[in-house]
């Protein structure tokens, strides 16, 4: 069975997980990541998207994006991919496949889950025990999220800038945010929605996104419809 072709809407956030084939190492050095974040920054400016929030881990990458104009993510990643995988083989003296097929993505609504993704991708460090404080990983959009550092990656999301109506105050409620774990069932489904290539939002969110793209974007769990009872 043929696979659907790719949720795609200009202007909607999609949350995009890119992960090492069989959870590979995808960089070695420092100079690894700022490969990587050279080439993303090149290639989202090329076709017109925006990166609100990011995290590089060792075998696999989160990205907060935006594209404003028809298949904008998926023309980003594939360039990006294929950029990075000549430098990290020819660096490292291997030959292959880096990645594991093709990268998973989700659309997100705006007014319920974006900061939500923010905060998913940026505590993803801390979820995996590499530090305590999101603060303290290098190559994530924390920094500049939470604490102002300056990054010619980020745009901030519009739900971003509703924080407030200064920086400071947007830092402020920002950091605010990180006071509390994601709560299981958000983590749940940013997870599930992501690894099915669906739509993360409300149930109204769902069906504005489905009549748009004239397909079914819920999850339908596996398994024999149950009898109707007489």
């Known amino acids: 069975m043929p696979r659907l072709p790719r949720l795609d809407a200009p202007g909607v956030a999609q949350h995009v997980i890119q992960r090492g084939n069989n959870r590979q190492i995808c960089f070695g050095a420092d100079e690894d990541f700022a490969a990587y974040a050279a080439w993303l920054r ?7 998207v925006d990166i609100h929030a990011w995290v590089f881990m ?8 935006t594209a ?12 990006l991919g294929r950029k990075y995988v000549q430098y990290f083989n020819f660096k490292y003296r291997r ?4 990645w594991e097929g093709r990268f998973r993505s989700c659309l997100v609504e705006s007014e319920s889950y974006v900061l939500a993704c923010y905060r998913y991708i940026e505590l993803n460090p801390v979820r995996a ?5 999101p603060k303290d990983y290098r190559w994530s959009s ?10 010619s990656l980020q745009t901030p999301h519009p739900s971003y800038l509703a924080l407030g109506d200064s920086v400071s105050l947007r830092l402020d ?7 509390h774990q994601l709560d299981a069932e958000v983590l749940k489904d940013i997870r599930l929605t992501t690894q099915k ?9 769902q069906s504005q996104m489905a009549e748009l793209l004239d397909r079914d974007v819920k999850h339908r769990p596996q398994g024999r419809p149950r009898e109707k009872r007489l």
Do not use: C
Not at 68 to 79: A, F, N
Not at 95 to 98: E, F, K, R, S
Not at 129 to 133: C, D, G, S, W, Y
Not at 173 to 179: G, N, S
């Open 173 to 179: 409620r920002y950091r605010d945010l990180f006071a």
């Open 142 to 151: 924390y920094a500049t999220n939470a604490m102002g550092l300056s990054s």
């Open 129 to 133: 025990r590499m530090v305590e404080n």
């Open 95 to 98: 030959t292959g496949t880096l």
């Open 197 to 205: 290539g669906l739509v993360l939002g409300t149930e109204a969110f």
């Open 58 to 65: 060792t075998n696999h990458v989160h990205l907060l994006l």
């Open 68 to 79: 404003h104009q028809p298949m904008g993510v998926s023309k980003l990643m594939q360039s």
């Open 42 to 48: 090149e290639y989202a400016s090329k076709y017109q």
